[in-house]
């Protein structure tokens, strides 16, 4: 079992909808938790990181966490083109040595 | 967020060689990290640079093959030795101000080892 999972993809969304991205990890003792997007090209820029159980709402952007499950969540409201790249999932494992397990990404494709 | 540079941008070098990549964080950090991507692949973290003393390696990097160096709160540098084909990638710096903080990230290196 690969330490974080995400499903590679790609999502296809169309333009206006909303964008369901998952993300499950194995070690329970988790305490942090990040998205990033990363465009073609481009290094990972930070979206939203979560540390509680519950929704975080920013913008068009809620990440959902649930330690019970080992699972995280972000929705993307009304996607746009713009949205459409890379997103990584990253935990901080209970070793709290500050390193980040990434998962493989879900490619994003928002349609116009 | 800190504001991370990289150099070189992107180099392309002979099978045999070592290349030597810098990261230069704009205000002192308490932790420095280096990854590599693969074409295609997620990030892999290579090791966590310590300020000071030698770098903490994860599995599958060993030090004779990426030495890291950490002189002050601000500056890293990664070394690719004696390069193969297979070390093309993508090589890239992060920072953050502590074990549960955010991770920011340089623009990357871009490598091809021909």
């Known amino acids: 079992q690969k330490e974080v999972e995400q499903n590679s993809g790609p999502l296809s969304v169309p333009e206006g909808a909303i964008a369901s991205l998952n993300c499950t990890y194995s070690?329970?003792?988790?305490?942090?938790f990040f998205w990033y997007r990363q465009y073609s090209g481009k290094s990972p820029e930070l979206i939203m990181s979560?540390?509680?159980?519950g929704d975080k709402e920013d913008g068009r952007f809620t990440a959902q966490l649930n330690k019970a499950s080992q699972y995280v969540s972000l929705l993307i409201r009304d996607s746009q083109p713009s949205d459409s790249a890379t997103y990584l999932c990253?935990?901080?494992?209970?070793?709290?040595?500050?390193?980040?397990?990434f998962g493989q990404g879900t490619t994003l494709q928002v349609k116009p | 967020s800190a504001v991370i540079s990289q150099k070189p941008s992107r180099d392309i070098c002979q099978r045999g060689t070592s290349l030597t990549i810098q990261c230069q964080v704009d205000?002192?950090?308490?932790?420095m990290f280096w990854y590599r991507q693969q074409p295609g692949q997620s990030l892999t973290l290579i090791a966590t640079?310590?300020?000071?003393?030698?770098?903490?390696?994860e599995s599958g990097f060993v030090i004779d093959k990426f030495p890291i160096s950490r002189p002050n709160l601000t500056f890293s540098t990664l070394t690719v030795s004696n390069m193969s084909p297979e070390d093309s990638s993508i090589y890239l710096c992060?920072?953050?101000?502590?074990?549960?903080?955010?991770?920011?990230f340089g623009p990357g290196t871009r490598l091809l080892v021909l």
């Open positions: 992060s920072a953050s101000e502590g074990a549960r903080e955010t991770q920011y």
């Open positions: 070690d329970r003792g988790s305490q942090s």
């Open positions: 979560i540390y509680s159980n």
């Open positions: 990253a935990v901080s494992p209970s070793s709290n040595t500050g390193k980040l397990i």
């Open positions: 205000s002192q950090v308490t932790m």
């Open positions: 640079a310590n300020q000071g003393s030698e770098a903490t390696y």
